[in-house]
């Protein structure tokens, strides 16, 4: 079960860092704390227009990593906290989770889905 502090977070928009293994060097895109969903089984779903050189990375390795925060919930040392979130993903191009997510975004080629590992608050 994922944090209720990292579901918290959720409510509040921030920022997103999706981290996976590029050739040589880490590969970053980002996206939106409001763009997330958490499904029962505690799946991450981010909605994908592009992120081709992401997809390319998870075919070769699918471990990725998260960063996502907001100012706005109260960490361990004051305002605002973060969590790192380590999980394996892929690309979800068909099926009705993906025709549900294009209802509020249509822009959506495919789903990245989360499967978390791990998910530990930083600040």
Known sequence: MLPEKLLEV???????SIVTQGKQEPH???TWNSYIKITDDDRILIPAG???ETESNLEKNN???LTLGSKEVQGTQ????GFLVVGTASFVK???ELQDLKQNFPW???ILQVKVNSAEQKI
């Open 63 to 65: 471990k990725v990593q």
């Open 50 to 52: 592009f992120m081709s």
């Open 94 to 96: 068909e099926g009705d």
């Open 28 to 30: 970053v895109v980002n």
């Open 78 to 81: 004051g305002p605002g906290t």
């Open 10 to 16: 959720l409510k509040h928009e921030g920022v997103v």
């Open 108 to 110: 959506a080629r495919a």
